[in-house]
Nanobody
Framework: QVQLVESGGGLVQAGGSLRLSCAASGSIFSFLAMRWYRQAPGKQRELVAGIPSGGSTNYADSVKGRFTISRDNAKNTVYLQMNSLKPEDTAVYYC??????????WGQGTQVTVSS
């Protein structure tokens, strides 16, 4: 059973930074892609950033230039560095893993709150 555990959320002022971490129970090499999603109250869950096993990273237009997704294969961990945070970035952030059978695995989520 794949387990994903997020950490690093919290309360930050607008313009600040946070780094989210997602630790996987197994090798992240076994996944087709690792992604971060977010869901704000009353809104649908949206894709924020993705990093495939091979290939370039991708980002939602709303976070391009501010967020950076990266991976540490040795630690089986994926990160989301979030800079220049805005109040509209407030959401629960979820780590997602997509395996080669196209099955999705989700973490429990971590709350990010950006105050104005």
């Amino acid at each position: 059973q794949v387990q994903l555990v997020e950490s690093g959320g919290g309360l930050v002022q607008a313009g600040g930074s946070l780094r989210l971490s997602c630790a996987a129970s197994g090798s992240i090499f076994s996944f087709l892609a690792m992604r971060w999603y977010r869901q704000a109250p009353g809104k649908q869950r949206e894709l924020v950033a993705g990093i495939p096993s091979g290939g370039s990273t991708n980002y939602a237009d709303s976070v391009k230039g501010r967020f950076t997704i990266s991976r540490d294969n040795a630690k089986n961990t994926v990160y989301l560095q979030m800079n220049s945070l805005k109040p509209e970035d407030t959401a629960v952030y979820y780590c997602n893993a997509l395996d080669f059978k196209l099955l999705h695995y989700w973490g429990q989520g971590t709350q990010v709150t950006v105050s104005s």
